[in-house]
């Protein structure tokens, strides 16, 4: 059998350093765009014009809407529930000695002693 060697390139330091230069020389004329000062989200969106520019509407369509005063609309979020008004002083007084009345009522029925 017979052994193979490794055959390596042995490449002179003079090489190298002329590859070395060419590269850089080359190398600097392409580069990235400078970076832009960062700017807030906003003026991110804002810049990019997310929205569409909605043209006036022509004579014929304008004459034949009807007034928008007229339409009539139905709400997509329903009314406002009423809420119960605010109690005053007096009936929250009231309340509180209602709920501590039933609270030693229910611990009369556990078996527990009101500890006031």
Do not use: C
């Not at 014929?60 to 009807?66: D, K, S």
């Amino acid at each position: 059998m017979r052994s193979q060697k490794l055959v390596r390139n042995k490449v002179s330091p003079a090489a190298s350093a002329l590859v070395a230069g060419i590269l850089v020389a080359f190398g600097s004329g392409v580069h990235a765009e400078p970076a832009k000062k960062a700017g807030s989200p906003l003026d991110t969106l804002m810049s990019t014009r997310l929205w569409a520019d909605v043209p006036e509407a022509k004579g014929f369509v304008q004459a034949t809407r009807p007034p928008t005063d007229t339409l009539g609309y139905q709400p997509v979020t329903g009314t406002d529930p009423e809420r119960p008004k605010l109690r005053t002083k007096a009936e929250l007084k009231a309340l509180q000695s209602e709920l501590e009345g039933a609270t030693v009522q229910n611990e009369r029925k556990a078996g527990k002693k009101h500890t006031p």
